[in-house]
């Protein structure tokens, strides 16, 4: 399935889209796409249930917004540095363990979103990212078969970074990875039945029409199952739980002076194979 929400921000309705791709209105079977649906196998169930039965009332989406697919996120986990490919544009020694930052809730936005460059940001980069969405309590996995039962589902996400706020102002990477509007996340929420490999799937991203980025997570460092059992040893991850896992090589950090990081103006536009397609306008903050 693919479930997505839809309407003014703050008060989008669950969705999910029919094989038409059509978007079917939910909110009279469930409150919202969130972690308690996510870890509700009677519920999701239930959905597919009444998209076979073509029950469920069509939204009219054509001057709607698409809103994130997942509501009440409880975590936001980021794997840095986690493509071969991207470590050696930047220069980087292939980490030996995954390196893990965090992103708050509160940097989500819709796909089709406005993103703010920040007061003072002279280095706005782009990062077109796998997200994974837990849909079961995962605590001390001990396999990859484990981790992959407890993934709901993927979603794209764009990990816009401030390289200097990240790398030249002392600290963590957090500082440069929380501004406001700092990650856009959907169109959908494709379910793991879907994606039966999702180490096969294709990454790109233009930046005003341009190819920056097209990349393959077949390039991953530490594939999706790995990254799960990983984090599990760690942190206990939750349904609603989201694990934003690294981009491939082509981000502005990575290319020759004069860098083209990212300004007000700016259009960029980025899609992961099966999971749709993300575009946002830059504006100063």
């Avoid at 220069?91 to 708050?104: H, S, V, Y």
């Avoid at 963590?172 to 929420?189: A, I, M, R, Y």
């Avoid at 790109?204 to 790995?226: H, S, Y």
Wanted: net charge negative; proline share 7%; glycine share 10%.
């Amino acid at each position: 399935m693919k479930l997505l929400r839809v309407g003014p921000v703050g008060a989008e309705r669950p969705a999910v889209l029919d094989e038409s791709g059509t978007p079917r209105d939910l909110s009279g079977l469930v409150k919202d796409i969130d972690g308690a649906l996510l870890g509700d196998a009677a519920a999701l169930a239930g959905i597919r249930e009444a998209v076979a039965s073509g029950e469920l009332p069509a939204l009219d989406a054509t001057d709607s917004r698409i809103g994130p697919p997942l509501g009440r996120i409880g975590k936001i986990v980021c794997i840095g540095l986690n493509y071969h490919d991207h470590a050696t544009e930047t220069g980087a020694a292939i980490p030996k363990e995954p390196i893990l930052f965090m992103k708050a809730p509160d940097t989500v936005v819709g796909p089709d979103d406005t993103v703010l460059v920040p007061r003072g940001s002279e280095k706005t980069d782009w990062e077109v990212e796998l997200a994974v969405v837990i849909g079961r309590t995962a605590r001390y996995l001990e396999s990859d078969e484990e981790a992959l039962a407890s993934v709901a589902g993927y979603a794209i996400a764009h990990d816009v970074s401030e390289r200097a706020f990240q790398i030249e102002r002392g600290g963590q990477w957090d500082k440069g990875k929380n501004c406001e509007t700092f990650n856009p996340l959907g169109p959908w929420l494709v379910t793991a039945n879907e994606i039966p490999d999702p180490q096969a799937l294709a990454l790109r991203l233009w930046v005003n029409g341009e190819l920056k980025q097209d990349g393959t997570t077949a390039d991953q460092i530490f594939p999706v199952a790995q990254v799960v059992r990983y984090l599990s040893q760690f942190m206990t991850l939750y349904p609603g739980d989201v694990i934003n896992t690294g981009t491939p090589a082509g981000v502005a950090l990575g290319q020759p002076e004069p860098k083209p990081y990212l300004r007000a103006g700016d259009v960029v536009e980025l899609e992961i194979d099966g999971l749709g397609r993300q575009r946002q306008e830059f504006k100063d903050a």
